[in-house]
């Protein structure tokens, strides 16, 4: 009796965790959505659910992130849906590969799915090397597919022809296994189902009435998914360094060069977990280099036109994305390249100007001046130079009063003149 009643204790503690965790992705595949996804799997698995669905809508993204999605759902011990919702989104690329992983693959109605063929970043490759990427992608998709028991030769398709379907042609084929307009009727349709995991044994969905538990990005993953965005790190690398150039121009302001040193490292973070191309950060500091080049020398403006267009092209070309959601767009491009030039050659050119301008302070403002000899002047003697009446001492022949003088130094309260004339 003790035993049975033990087993009802573990089968009620059990049962009291059972949840269903919702996790959305409404993003291009990176690294920082892999994080997510595997946080909310280990979650799954620690509070013992009884499923989890992923809500996905996403244009694709990097193959190295989908792989190790992929690879997540596939050896989860908690059963993962795969649904692309609500009417109007899609699953392209990458995304395709993450519904095909899933146990039960959904969508709603009016979206799409497919367009998974490789997508090449910076570099040229012949042709064999190209067949090689397809065929790579072709042989994990089928692998997929196949276990799944799903239909093969359509995801194969996917890969090597970039074909896309709509939710309707997708069921058909036996791409996905459902069509369901949303979640809660997804588990409706799932509850009691018989699945085959992946590993090749089965298990049987308890999902009905079960609690829906979102799972949300914590505040770090929401502040790298905004940054991971190319344009975001674009910009706050210009802006970086603009702040650090008004820093320079104004010593010991302090906040300019904390706020830059911070914008700059935040970049440098995104864009080392992107595709980037490094040459195009030469081009960026490159259009720095002249537009202080067009504060110092007159150029007429070819110089600092020169450094816009740098930092255009080494924007538009700094991040080489397989998608274009994963790559500085032309308007973002424009926008910052050209304000900020004319803030940089601006700045610069008052520091170019302060240091050519004579001091205009202190005893050093008094050389060069002109005065008027009001004693003789020789060992010493009194001028009137620049408003009061100085000890004057003259620097080689004595000059006579009434005579005009010029300060050739400053020594201590006395003046070293000599005859202006």
Known sequence: MKTIAALVLLLVANLAHADVVHVVVDDAIHPVTDEFIARALDRAVAQKSSAVVLELRTPGGLESSMRKIVENILKSPVPVLVWVGPAGSRAAS???FVLEAADIAAMAPGTNT???????????????????LQSDAA???????????RNVAAAEAAVREAKSFTEQEALTQHVIDVIAPDV???????????????????????????????????????LLAWIMDPNVAFLLFALGALALIAEFNHPGAVLPGVV???????????????????????????AFVLFALEARYTSHGVLGI?????????????????????????????AV???????????????????????ATGSEAMVGEIGIARTHV?????????????NAQAAQSPIEEGSRVRVRRVEGLRVVVEAAD
């Open 94 to 96: 990458a995304g395709f």
């Open 114 to 132: 497919g367009a998974a063929h490789p997508v090449l970043m910076g570099e040229k490759l012949d042709d064999v090397m190209k067949m090689k």
């Open 139 to 149: 042989a994990f998709i089928r692998s997929i597919a196949q276990r799944r028991g």
């Open 184 to 222: 809660p009727s997804l588990l409706r349709w799932a509850d009691g189902r018989t699945i085959k995991r992946f590993n090749g044994t089965t298990t049987i969905l308890r999902v009905a009435g079960q609690p829906v538990t979102p799972f949300e990005m914590t505040l770090k993953q929401r």
């Open 260 to 286: 830059g040193l911070i914008a700059i490292l935040l970049a440098i973070f995104a864009l080392n977990l992107l595709p980037t191309r490094f040459a195009s950060v030469a081009l960026i500091g490159a």
């Open 306 to 334: 020169g450094g816009v267009i740098c930092m255009i092209f080494g924007a538009i070309t700094l991040v080489d994305g397989p998608i274009p959601e994963l790559r500085v767009r032309l308007v973002t491009a424009l």
């Open 337 to 359: 390249s050209i304000p900020i030039g004319a803030i940089a050659v601006f700045l610069m050119t008052l520091v170019v100007r302060a240091r050519k301008n004579r001091v």
């Open 378 to 390: 020789n060992a010493d003697g009194k001028v009137f130079v620049h408003g009061s009446l100085w």
